[in-house]
């Protein structure tokens, strides 16, 4: 019982997290109308998020299992919930990047968290492959919600309008409801064989591991993933508004198909995987979203704006290009299980440390050079772009599979 109560909780957070985080294509979007900027501008955005996830993950990683995942839990929903009250109070774009500051930087805490929970009540690799799944599954459900979320307080008769930001008090809320549920879950205390390293030689010993040839083709791998995950999905709305000219409420809610991809694909993984190798498995995946994008893009070309009175109205493509979330799904969440699986529990939380770091990283590249193609060139060149990124994950995963089958040997 301990467990499932555990398990609802990490995953109420994820749940509420993926709703901020994933907002962020939204935003972007909304912002351009609202505040009147670039989509250069807008794409920093991704950096105001990512970057202090990677900054916090990096630093405090190592220490987190020290002052107990609960209190990392509860200061990272506390700290999330002030500045999404404040949010709409101000409602500027500074005040929407510091919003977004916060967010990453809490969800640095609760990542790796999560994670390490996860090692604490896993007893195989099946177990820990399957949770992992189950609780990423849930994280892009969070996402399909927010979509729908975000757009219901957006007014389609004022784009200039800042009544969607009333949005923030209900994701306040929530994250007040999460923060009580975290507080009386029963989340055990870090056990560590390590009792007597500071905090520098844990540190030290984070980094130390990113120099391991293993550690280091996985970096690489979830880098260039995550560079291709968030390239795509922070620009689907306004790719949906501009490329596809349909309405700015419907631009959002369509890029819902693409989390409800996302979600359902890592559900299902969690099953397939267990008939079928992880490597063919990943491999299909990345050869089926490459042949979806040379065979979707084409027909997103010279689309004229149109009245939407029904789903009927809109074009086929608005359909077609969300679905590659369907295969690029289990391939994030297998990555990192099989990395997690090899390792000592204790070594769990700097390990997703790394994994954090080098996700924000990929996610901050992938969106400034989708957001910056996007704006010189268009977005049909933005989105070919990202064939590149998955060469490189399709000739890493090989590397990756032989580095695994060295250390399990």
């Known amino acids: 019982m301990s467990r499932l109560v555990t398990l609802v909780a990490i995953s109420a957070c994820y749940f509420i997290f993926a709703i901020l985080l994933n907002s962020v294509g939204t935003v972007i979007l909304q912002s351009i109308n609202s505040f009147g900027i670039s989509k250069v501008q807008a794409s920093t955005l991704e950096g105001f998020k990512d970057l202090p996830i990677a900054i916090v993950s990096f630093l ?37 990047k510091l919003l977004f500051a916060c967010i990453g930087a809490s969800f640095a805490l609760v990542k790796v968290s999560v994670y390490s929970i996860i090692g604490q009540i896993s007893d195989s690799e099946k177990s820990h492959s399957s949770t992992l799944n189950t609780v990423e599954g849930i994280f892009m459900v969070g996402s399909l919600i927010g979509y729908w979320l975000f757009s219901y307080f957006i007014d389609t008769n004022n784009l200039q309008s800042l009544a969607w930001l009333n949005v923030y008090y209900v994701l306040a809320a929530l994250l007040i409801f999460t923060s009580v549920l975290v507080a009386f879950s029963p989340i055990k205390a870090p056990v560590s064989s390590e009792k007597n390293v500071n905090f520098a030689d844990a540190f030290i010993s984070m980094l130390k591991m990113s120099y391991q040839p293993l550690v280091l083709i996985f970096i690489i791998s979830i880098f260039l993933y995550v560079l291709i995950e968030q390239g795509i999905s922070t620009w689907l709305p306004t790719f949906n508004r501009e490329i596809l000219q349909l309405p700015v409420d419907i631009s959002v809610q369509m890029t819902s198909i693409f989390a409800a991809s996302l979600a359902a694909g890592r559900l299902l993984a969690g099953q397939i995987l267990k008939h079928v190798n992880w490597y063919r498995f990943l491999q299909v995946c990345i050869i089926g979203m490459a042949a979806l994008i040379i065979g979707i893009l084409p027909l997103t070309q010279s689309i004229e704006a ?28 297998v990555l990192n299980s099989i990395m997690l699986s090899s390792l000592e529990i204790e070594k769990h939380a700097p390990m997703t440390g790394l994994i954090v770091v080098f996700s924000a990283l990929g996610g901050t590249t992938g969106s400034i050079i989708t957001g910056t193609v996007f704006e010189f060139f268009d977005g049909q060149t933005a989105f070919y772009l990202s064939l590149i990124p998955m060469l490189g994950v399709f000739i890493a995963l090989r590397g990756f599979r032989t580095a695994t089958a060295r250390v399990s040997q």
């Open 60 to 96: 405090v990683a190592a220490f987190i299992p020290r002052i107990g995942y609960k209190i990392a839990l509860l200061t990272g929903l506390l700290a999330v919930t002030a500045a999404s009250l404040a949010a709409p109070v101000f409602g500027n774009f500074i005040v929407i």
């Open 306 to 333: 149109r009245d939407i009175s029904s789903l009927s109205d809109l074009p086929l493509a608005a359909y077609l290009l969300p679905l590659i979330g369907l295969l690029m799904a289990p391939i994030y969440p």
